[in-house]
């Protein structure tokens, strides 16, 4: 514990084991930060963020500002009075009227090694790009788009199987843990801060719609990725005719043909044909429909071998 006066600022589910940790800390947390209450689901009724949820079940004090520059805003963070703010997954750019409140800076958890992919997206970037090892950095905050000055790393393999989902869950966890040891490293002087060399860095946007689309004339491993990184939102997905298909779970195979034809389509075998290689897929979705294993799918939806899958059997995208 610090003993420092700590505002917390996140909003997803992504957030909750740092906000969590600081809990069990016992650090003295003078507010929560979050995004305001937004519609879901069918009804369309207001919904808390996931990080209120967990700071109203501890009593601490919950601000939701429709946009963090507000003046008035700032002026409350300011009469607070934080040591540090500690930022997760916050989704608003901190104006520097905010960044220069607290002595100790703003703290920021992001979910990538630094300098590599800064931006909106970094896990599922990550994945649709094929690396093998990332990580957790933290940072403290300036002006620019994850540019701050680095204080500790924690790096991780990525098994080539891997999805956005376990994923995600890991990499917060490895969040809260150093966040931690940074607070700590911070309390005591014994961390070196450590500026970010920008001529390696890129960009990981927020993703859209469209990244989901399946390219077949790609290779195996390329599309296996896709699929890995965007197994949350928006998801992979083809046509297989007329039908919208998404695509949540694949392994590479070695098979060869016309790039999209099915090459097997019985006994839980599901194969595809790439570019290079063959995909093999495990988990699908048609529009409408519930996601189901391959052999629940093929029992339902019965696919004849040489169906040939892809945008261009109904002329249009996915929706």
Known sequence: MTGWRIIFMGTPDFACPTLQKLIERGENLVAVVTQPDRPKGRGQRLMPPPVKELAERNAIPVYQPLKVRDPDFVEIIRELKPDVIVVVAFGQILPKALLDIPPHGCI????????RYRGAAPLNWCIINGETETGVTTMLMDVGLDTGNMLLVQKTPLDENEDILSLHDRMAAMGADLLAETLDGLATGGIVRQPQNNADSCYAPMLKKEDGIINWHSDARTIHNQVRGLAVWPGACTHIGDLVLKIFRTTVGEGSGESGTVL??????????????SLFLHELQLAGKKRLDCSSFLAGYPVSVGTLLGNEQSGGSPS
């Open 108 to 115: 920021n958890i992001h979910a990538s090694l630094l300098p």
């Open 264 to 277: 097997q389509a019985a006994k839980g075998n599901f194969e595809v044909a790439c570019q290079s290689g």
